[in-house]
């Protein structure tokens, strides 16, 4: 039974909309009117399993510490407060209950669920959530990546998967995989409960790329902080930023380097002699004996197909099954079938595509006929005019870097051939906004967690390590690092790896987006994701200064010249557009924005709204609408941005605001 408490009008609504969302279930206890909050809660407290108190966590800490006996017999806990946002899991978190209690109670009352035991918090990546299918039992092997059990990782081909607990290691460093009989022991099953912390080392592979102790920065510039320029350094390049640019750095250091022991330290079970395993891979392999495998399907395999008119559907699809089955072939990694374009509309085919669930690709009798394949032959030659169907359109299909694995094998009317894929790595492009949390976006969030490698610039890095899922490899360094960290990146995406390129605002304006992007060919796929841009960011906070048209104009000069530079200006005065100035000026950089200013002012009266935001969404965020005449551009630093109005802006209540058409202006 779960019992309901509450102190206050709020509270009691809360505990009513619970009773009325699980019948039968529940027992309201009241708000203490008639006797003391101390004892109600001790009578719930000795009769329910569960308890939801609509209190402060003090208060209710204070109220159930002279109560509890031991996690076993203590009902689980949950407090929530009286806005109803939060629903935290206090006692109880797994034996108790409370951690699922924390999430029920929320989707009842729209509340986020606080839940803080080890495992829930670390944010262990769910195989069901993987990108691709698996085969194989997910509770008891999800279950030891909860527990911290070792797990040992297969994988055929580097396919751009998230990035894996520390627990789950490369088979190949092992001691399971080099002979010995059983998995090796997890390390906090020796920490006591008075050694809270235990020295867990990364991943071997993780190391080996180390280029840098962990946690060693690269040294950056000096002005490095108040820079917030990723692709035009300001400073001098640091020898280290040329030589050395990447520190590899294990995610979470904290989680790398000291493990906090859970509470209850808790053995982890070993699942046989065979231990835990997680396979990354297309075939159908035994896993080890006596363990638990969960194997990873990547869309690795397409399979060739072809048919005589009127094939039916169970033909082709027992064909490509037992095709698939005989070369010992995961089906759940064929990504697609390919035929020749003659036979799109070939029933059986098209159905036995849909009946796997992938798309069917088609090619030209041509192009398939230019294709060298082992076995061509007579008969699709008189019928569609390529020797070969099956085999041909598998190679096609498989891409460049693509193999084919297993010849053409016949039935009565179908012919099936396989090949394998390159591997696709993932490049996102990630704009983490201007520096506030709550102004990074869900999609953000949800890349940063879906790569398994990291590269930035250490300061944008700092501003999220915390979401980043432990196992993830951080590549950061310096500024004056830009074109390495858009190679580097490029290149882990071609290895395979799922990899998020991060930047400030928007990653594409005055970032590493073009960089990257340049150096990126076709054999990866590239992910954009937006972010909020300086310009918004600042203009947000001055009013609408961007109401019509407008223009943001990079002052640096590093990468610019100043005539082309000053060309825009210009031009932009002249059209009459709101200009906001990125990179206004650095202590190396002194003249430009005055000489900006001075260009607009041709044609823009000395009373023409001038915004300027210094770490716009950050704690020194600082905020000026003042005017040509009276911007002292002292004020503005590498941090900020300055929003010159066109000669319809108008500071009105003190917000800057330019009108959406001209009318105004008459
Ligand atoms: N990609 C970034 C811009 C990089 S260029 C974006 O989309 O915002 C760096 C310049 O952006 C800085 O010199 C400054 O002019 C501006 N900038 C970046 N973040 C800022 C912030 N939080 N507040 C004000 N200006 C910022």
């Known amino acids: 039974m779960i019992g309901l408490i509450h102190a206050t009008a709020a509270g009691r609504t809360g505990c009513e909309r619970l009773a009325a969302a699980w019948p039968g279930r529940t027992v309201l206890y009241g708000d203490g009117a008639d006797r003391p909050l101390r004892s109600v809660v001790a009578t719930a407290f000795a009769e329910c399993d569960q308890l939801v108190l609509f209190l402060a966590t003090g208060a209710a ?47 009842v009352l729209g509340s986020a669920p606080v839940i803080t035991t080890a495992t829930d918090s ?4 769910a195989l069901d959530a993987l990108p691709y299918p698996t085969d194989g039992p997910l509770a008891p092997l999800t279950r030891a990546l909860l527990d911290g059990a070792p797990v040992r990782l297969h994988t055929d081909q580097t396919w751009p998967l998230p990035a894996f607990p520390l627990t789950v290691v490369p088979a190949e460093w092992t001691p399971a995989h080099s002979g010995e009989p059983s998995p090796p022991e997890d390390p ?17 592979a993780q190391r080996e790329l180390t280029s840098a102790p962990p946690n060693t920065a690269v040294p950056r510039p000096p002005d490095a902080a108040d820079t917030g320029e990723p692709t035009s350094p300001e400073g001098p390049r640091t020898s280290a930023g040329q030589d050395q640019p990447f520190t590899l750095r294990p995610e979470p250091p904290a989680q790398h380097e ?27 392999v035994g896993g080890d004996e006596g363990g638990v495998a969960v194997f990873v399907r990547p869309p690795s395999l397409v399979v060739g197909v072809g048919g005589s008119r009127g094939v039916g559907r169970e033909e082709v699809v027992g064909l490509v099954r037992s095709t698939l089955a005989e070369a010992g072939l995961a089906q759940k990694s064929v ?11 070939e029933e059986g085919i098209v159905a036995a595509a849909a009946e796997f669930g992938v798309p069917l690709l088609t090619y030209a009798a041509a192009e398939l006929a230019r294709t060298a394949v082992p076995n061509p032959s007579a008969a699709p030659l008189a019928a569609v005019g390529t020797p070969s169907v099956a085999e041909a359109a598998a190679i096609l299909a498989a891409g460049t870097g693509g193999q084919l694995i297993v010849e053409k094998r016949k039935s009565a009317m179908a012919t099936a051939a396989v090949a394998r894929r390159r591997p696709r790595g993932r490049l996102a492009v990630v704009g983490l906004g201007p520096g506030a949390r709550d102004l990074v976006t869900p999609r953000a969030v949800a890349e940063l967690r879906r790569a398994s490698v990291i590269v930035g610039l250490d300061q944008y890095v700092d501003q999220i390590r915390d979401l980043l899922l432990p196992g993830t490899r951080v590549l950061e360094s310096g500024l004056g690092a830009e074109e390495e960290r858009a190679r580097t990146a490029v290149a882990e995406a071609r290895a395979g790896h799922a990899v998020a390129l991060i930047g400030s605002g928007d990653a594409g304006v005055y970032a590493m987006a073009s960089p990257a992007l340049a150096e990126a060919a076709d054999d990866i796929d590239v992910i954009g994701v937006p972010g909020v841009t300086a310009a918004l960011a600042a203009a947000a906070l001055l009013g609408a200064p961007l109401g019509h048209d407008h223009v943001s104009i990079s002052l640096s000069d590093l990468h610019t010249p100043w005539d082309v530079i000053e060309r825009r200006v210009r031009a932009a005065a002249e059209s009459d557009l709101v200009v906001t100035f990125y990179n206004p000026r ?7 924005l005055p000489k900006a200013l001075s260009v607009l002012a041709e044609h823009r009266t000395p009373l023409t709204p001038v915004g300027v935001v210094h770490a716009a969404s950050r704690p020194d965020e600082r905020v000026e609408v003042t005017t040509l005449a009276d911007l002292d551009v002292g004020t503005v630093d590498m941090v900020t941005v300055v929003t010159v109005g066109n000669t319809a802006s108008r500071i009105v209540s003190g917000r800057m605001v330019t009108p959406r058409g001209y009318r105004w202006q008459t």
């Open 122 to 125: 670390v944010g262990t990546p």
């Open 258 to 284: 000291l493990t906090p022991a859970p509470p209850n330290t808790a053995v982890p079970r070993p699942a046989g002699a065979g231990g835990y395993a997680v396979w990354v891979t297309d075939r159908v």
């Open 188 to 204: 906090r099953t020796s920490a006591g409960q008075d050694q809270p912390f235990t020295l867990r080392p990364g991943p071997p």
């Open 586 to 592: 650095s202590r190396g950089r002194a003249w430009q």
């Open 335 to 345: 990504s697609a079938l390919a035929t020749v374009d003659a036979k799109a509309g």
């Open 61 to 107: 800490v204070r109220l159930l510490a002279p109560l509890l006996r031991g996690k076993a017999e203590d009902p689980g806990v949950v407090t929530v407060d009286e806005a109803h946002r939060h629903a935290v899991a206090l006692l109880g978190g797994h034996g108790g209950g409370a951690n699922v209690l924390a999430s029920a109670v929320s989707s």
